[in-house]
């Protein structure tokens, strides 16, 4: 029976291996995913911060556009002056003269503050630029370390599951039936050792009788509470095949 128990430890740990593969499969995509996502973020941002500076350069242009207008006017206006000869009308155009001028002031002042908004945008573009062109870079590198990591773990996969296909056939049909019912509804555990009379995974004790049978190792012994094959740890058959599969 020991040399049952031992190749049905040597399967389990054969296939926790393959799980771990196929669980390290699975997540490679997830890393590229979430920085391609990142990615996307960034490019939201660079695109609606160019879509703003876009818009901010406009009105600057029409502002300026608006002054020289302003100036043109106030030229104008003076060329009036010239030729009036009534004091009342006199009046009116320096009015409209320092309408004018008081209006181009605050036109000017737009055009400052338009400047300070695109200095701080362009500043602000420039910096998601350069971490949008380093993050592309990244994905790049990670994108082919992960595609020759998946190579990897899928020939490593391939492997393990040719060999458990082998090693299986060595393994006692009846148990293997057993055990393969217990690892689909156990989490993927359908052996526990057993140390101290404490099944080692679920943690309950075993009855002194079986505790005892167990030492002796000439039955399968299952345990009362989990229900899994379980075997005395402290044998030293099962000590070495233990130390085989790490």
């Not at 556009?65 to 000869?85: A, C, N, P, V």
């Not at 359908?190 to 009788?209: D, E, F, N, R, W």
Request: aromatic fraction near 4%.
């Amino acid at each position: 029976m020991k040399e049952k128990i031992q190749k049905l430890i040597q399967l389990q740990a054969l296939d926790k291996k393959i799980r771990e593969i196929v669980e390290k499969r699975k997540q490679c995509p997830i890393k590229i995913q979430a920085l391609e996502s990142e990615l996307d973020a960034l490019e939201i941002s660079f695109q609606d911060m160019e879509s703003r500076l876009k818009a901010i350069q406009k009105e600057h242009r029409e502002y300026d556009q608006e002054i020289q207008d302003i100036e043109r006017g106030i030229e104008k206006s003076h060329g009036k002056l010239e030729s009036i000869k009534s004091n009342k009308e006199y009046k009116a155009v320096l009015k409209e003269i320092e309408d004018l001028r008081r209006k181009q002031s605050t036109v000017e002042d737009m055009v400052l503050r338009g400047m300070e908004d695109i200095e701080n945008l362009e500043t602000q573009r420039h910096s998601i630029e350069e971490e949008k062109n380093t993050l592309e870079e990244k994905l790049e590198q990670d994108r082919a370390l992960t595609n020759q990591e998946m190579e990897d773990l899928g020939l490593e996969l391939h492997r393990l599951e040719k060999g458990r296909e082998k090693f299986s056939q060595e393994v006692d049909q009846d148990l293997l039936k057993k055990y393969a019912f217990l690892t689909e509804r156990k989490n993927g555990l359908a052996v526990s050792p057993v140390v101290g009379g404490v099944c080692l995974t679920c943690h309950m004790g075993i009855p002194p009788q079986k505790y005892n049978e167990l030492i002796r190792g000439n039955a399968l012994i299952t345990c009362p509470n989990c229900n899994r094959i379980i075997y005395w740890e402290e044998d030293e058959v099962y000590k070495k095949v233990q130390g085989e599969s790490q």
